[in-house]
């Protein structure tokens, strides 16, 4: 059984930094591709990094230049580094993972996801 545990989530007013934690507990995690997304009340899930086994990263446009994915494979944690937060990133963000391949935007095409943890961004 897969697990996904994030951490790291809180309240900051904008133009503040959070760093969100993801500890997995999946025997595979250095050639897993994992990530996260986040969904605000009232819109969809959405994509926001995703990080591979070989370290190839990706962010959505909406956070390119202020958030930052990095993984620790002897840690079996994936980290989400959030900088200059505006209230439009409040959210409640999720760790993901897929056992294997690439990074991929739809929510569909990953397998394990965490519980989430909220983001609030005060203006």
């Known amino acids: 059984q897969v697990q996904l545990v994030e951490s790291g989530g809180g309240s900051v007013q904008a133009g503040g930094s959070l760093r969100l934690s993801c500890a997995a507990s999946?025997?595979?995690?250095?050639?897993?591709?994992v990530g996260w997304f986040r969904q605000a009340p009232g819109k969809e899930r959405e994509f926001v990094a995703g990080?591979?086994?070989?370290?190839?990263?990706y962010h959505a446009d909406s956070v390119k230049g202020r958030f930052t994915v990095s993984r620790d494979n002897a840690k079996k944690t994936v980290y989400l580094q959030m900088n200059s937060l505006s209230p439009e990133d409040t959210a409640v963000y999720y760790c993901?993972?897929?056992?294997?391949?690439?990074?991929?935007?739809?929510?569909?095409?990953?397998?394990?996801w965490g519980q989430g943890t909220q983001v609030t961004v005060s203006s």
């Open positions: 990080i591979s086994s070989g370290y190839s990263t």
């Open positions: 999946v025997r595979t995690f250095s050639s897993a591709a």
């Open positions: 993901v993972a897929k056992p294997t391949g690439d990074v991929v935007t739809p929510v569909r095409l990953w397998d394990y």
